[in-house]
T-cell receptor
Framework: NAGVTQTPKFRVLKTGQSMTLLCAQDMNHEYMYWYRQDPGMGLRLIHY???????AKGEVPDGYNVSRLKKQNFLLGLESAAPSQTSVYFC???????????FGDGTRLSIL | AQSVTQLGSHVSVSEGALVLLRCNYS??????LFWYVQYPNQGLQLLLKYTTGATLVKGINGFEAEFKKSETSFHLTKPSAHMSDAAEYFCAVSINNNNDMRFGAGTRLTVKP
């Protein structure tokens, strides 16, 4: 029972490099989310999607882009990585806007 | 806009003692309230949620929380702490739907033998 799977689990980038984080869910959820977690700040919503082909900005969207080409996948892209984007990134999904979210185990990203 | 405040970034209790983790929210309309737990190197897991109805909500692992509208609080309690309860706990609030769920900064619970 995989649930929400994030790849990769760890990554180190140099400033200016680009990369894509992949989130896959096998629960047929409509809603998917990307958060970043920083010490003492809880989780902050980056972008989210309410269905295949849709995306929307969250609380801290600058420097990130997302795509939801397939219902089960939600991609988070960093076009030009900056040290301020060093964080732990979590993907989550839910059936609807009123249901609890299911989280992946996170991607630990360091930007040097 | 709604917001969440968790009082105390670190709480330490002895095994068998009462656990009390505090959460206050601000919202002009009735919120949906959640408590999540995060173990090291893992994602968040739902402990319990309040939507409507009974204000005392029971969750997994013996935890419960009470929604007090007059105090705008949703404190998490457990009568007797276990070593396995050591983790970080997050309170979250959502209005209308989860598109705008806001998380507190988290409280790290330590359980001493």
């Amino acid at each position: 029972n995989a649930g929400v799977t994030q790849t990769p689990k760890f990554r180190v980038l140099k400033t200016g490099q680009s990369m894509t984080l992949l989130c896959a869910q096998d629960m047929n959820h409509e809603y998917m989310y990307w958060y970043r977690q920083d010490p003492g700040m809880g989780l902050r919503l980056i972008h989210y999607s309410v269905g295949e082909g849709t995306t929307a900005k969250g609380e801290v969207p600058d420097g990130y882009n997302v795509s939801r080409l397939k219902k089960q996948n939600f991609l988070l892209g960093l076009e030009s990585a900056a040290p301020s984007q060093t964080s732990v990134y979590f993907c989550a999904s839910s059936y609807s806007g009123y249901q609890p979210q299911h989280f992946g185990d996170g991607t630990r990203l360091s930007i040097l | 806009a709604q917001s969440v405040t968790q009082l105390g970034s670190h709480v330490s209790v002895s095994e068998g003692a009462l656990v009390l983790l505090r959460c206050n929210y601000s919202s002009s309309v009735p919120p949906y309230l959640f408590w999540y737990v995060q173990y090291p190197n893992q994602g968040l897991q739902l402990l319990l949620k309040y939507t409507t109805g009974a204000t005392l909500v029971k969750g997994i692992n013996g935890f419960e929380a009470e929604f007090k509208k007059s105090e705008t609080s949703f404190h998490l309690t457990k009568p007797s702490a276990h070593m396995s309860d050591a983790a970080e706990y997050f309170c979250a609030v959502s209005i209308n739907n989860n598109n705008d769920m806001r998380f507190g900064a988290g409280t790290r619970l330590t359980v001493k033998p």
